[in-house]
C-alpha cells in the first residue's frame, strides 16, 4: 500500500535553515508529481511546493519563494523540502501528498517549530 513518511522537522530559531524528506513507498514513485503542504494551528491546509515527475517543473506558494526549495530523488523514492531563512509564520506540521490514480495519500506529517 501506498506510504508517506515525513522526517526532518524541529524547533529552530527564526533564520535557520532545515531540510524535511518525505520516503514513498507502495507505488511508482518516479512516475507521479508530489506536493508539499502545511498546517498551522487553527488554520487550513496550505500548498507549499509541487514538483512534477522529472523534476522539470517546480512551483511554489508565494510566501516561501525564494526561501523554499522542493526537490527529488527517484532513485531513493524521496522528496525533499528545504528551507532556508525560516521565520515563525513557517510554524506548522508540514506533509507530503502524492496523488496515485483517484486517490490522493497523505504523510503523518512532521512539525517545523521556529522561535522568534
Known amino acids: 500500500q501506498v506510504q508517506l513518511v515525513e522526517s526532518g522537522g524541529g524547533l529552530v530559531q527564526a533564520g535557520d535553515s532545515l531540510r524535511l524528506s518525505c520516503a514513498a513507498s507502495?507505488?511508482?514513485?518516479?512516475?507521479?508529481?508530489m506536493s508539499w503542504y502545511r498546517q498551522a494551528p487553527g488554520k487550513e491546509r496550505e500548498l507549499v511546493a509541487t514538483?512534477?515527475?522529472?523534476?522539470?517543473?517546480?512551483n511554489y506558494a508565494d510566501f516561501v519563494k525564494g526561501r523554499f526549495t522542493i526537490s527529488r530523488d527517484n532513485s531513493k523514492n524521496a522528496v525533499l523540502l528545504q528551507m532556508n531563512s525560516l521565520e515563525p509564520e513557517d510554524t506548522a506540521v508540514y506533509f507530503c501528498?502524492?496523488?496515485?490514480?483517484?486517490?490522493?495519500?497523505w504523510g503523518q506529517g512532521t512539525q517545523v517549530t521556529v522561535s522568534s
Open positions: 501528498l502524492a496523488n496515485v490514480g483517484r486517490r490522493s495519500y
Open positions: 507502495g507505488f511508482a514513485f518516479s512516475s507521479y508529481g
Open positions: 514538483i512534477n515527475s522529472t523534476s522539470g517543473s517546480r
